[in-house]
């Protein structure tokens, strides 16, 4: 396996900006240009140096020899303009842009001032010779690279504000994830045990009855099938996509679903959310589903009723409409089939009228979790 890491001339990850700023080298190479003998070359030297300062300075801007290599550019800037050219000290916009990078303030304001002095002293020392009509149009670009520092220290904070927001945003969907499941997970071990227990004491009859009672045994037997069966329907319907919808979830759908088919709706939901464990919402919500498409498909009606009603121990369901009712074929149809199987999962009662239209009538037990009475002893 090649463990050598590929050249990089600036990190990938600020893209092409760092190249961009190379072309301004050629500001202080031109001014080199110009001059002799040994000043040429220091010149040059300094500008080969400046350069490295630049690449060191994106490569290692999370390192401690960001504060050396930063001084070094300051200090260059500040021999370009005393030196050679006083237009020189534009070059002050990169140490300016990466001094924008600290993040704490004792560094910022520290190498800031470094900034300020690198600008004031040169124009100090040689305010003389500089021509009072060049200062109208240095002063504003001085003023931006004094002011950049502070843009380009919010921006990065701001980048980094980001950053940590979708890390965050990140843990938080892993956590509601784990916890939905985990949560699915305790329902359907509270909401499955009553079946569960129910078996139990049908395998234990059964096994009494064997001998005495075969026919009786076979019967129990039969419902024991019959009870498992619709139990792991349900089991699967609800885990399939580990994703249980909610009542008031449930009540958007459908109230989009009458509002297409031109159905008016009247909805009242009186129920506390936190009362009702997910997967009593869930099986209701599917009931729900499953009556309302039946209105849409059936009644032929204009109006409808949906109730939520939170009473003591219970929540109930009430969906009505004033359509032309069922015929005997669709009240044995597998919708509302599935919707007696659903229920009798959570220990649910239903009831069906078919009278100037159809009323479905839902009411399930809220369930006290095991689990939280252990946990009170």
Request: glycine share 6%.
């Amino acid at each position: 396996m090649d463990t050598k890491k590929k050249f990089e001339l600036f990190p990938r990850r600020f893209g092409f900006f760092p190249y961009i700023f190379l072309v301004y080298i050629l500001i202080p190479v031109m001014q080199m240009i110009k001059e002799d003998g040994t000043k040429q070359i220091i010149g040059f030297l300094l500008v080969l140096i400046f350069l490295l300062s630049y690449r060191q300075l994106y490569t290692h801007i999370e390192e401690n020899s960001f504060n050396y290599w930063l001084v070094i550019q300051i200090l260059i800037v500040l021999i370009f303009s005393i030196y050679y050219d006083p237009n020189l000290l534009f070059m002050g916009y990169f140490p300016a842009n990466f001094i924008g990078y600290y993040s704490g303030k004792k560094n910022f304001y520290y190498f800031y001032s470094l900034l300020v002095f690198s600008v004031l002293f040169p124009i100090v020392i040689s305010w003389n010779a500089i021509n009072p009509y060049s200062l109208i149009f240095m002063v504003p670009f001085f003023i931006i690279m004094l002011i950049s520092p502070f843009g380009i220290r919010s921006m990065n904070r701001r980048m980094d504000l980001e950053k940590q927001l979708d890390l965050a945003n990140e843990q938080i969907s892993y956590l509601v994830k784990r916890e939905e499941r985990m949560r699915i997970a305790r329902d359907l071990h509270d909401t499955l045990g009553h079946t569960l227990s129910l078996l139990t004491l049908k395998s234990q009859l059964v096994g009494k009855m064997a001998k005495p009672q075969p026919d009786s045994a076979m019967k129990e037997a039969k419902e024991m099938e019959e009870i498992s069966r619709a139990a792991l329907k349900q089991v699967r319907e609800l885990v399939s996509d580990m994703r249980a919808i909610t009542i008031r979830e449930a009540i958007v759908e459908v109230q989009k679903t009458l509002q297409t088919a031109g159905i008016d709706a009247d909805i009242t939901i009186e129920m506390e959310d936190g009362e009702v464990a997910l997967l009593t919402q869930n099986i209701i919500s599917l009931c729900l589903k499953e009556a309302v498409t039946n209105i849409v498909k059936h009644s032929d009606a204009t109006k409808s009723k949906i109730a939520i009603q939170q009473d003591p121990g219970t929540v109930g369901l009430t969906v009505q409409d004033n359509g032309k009712g069922l015929h005997i074929e669709q009240s044995h149809g597998n919708g509302l089939k599935g919707m007696r199987e659903r229920l009798e999962l959570v220990d649910g009662k239903w009831s069906i009228a078919s009278n100037h239209g159809t009323t479905i009538h839902i009411v399930v037990p809220i369930i006290r979790k095991e689990r939280q009475k252990e946990e009170i002893l």
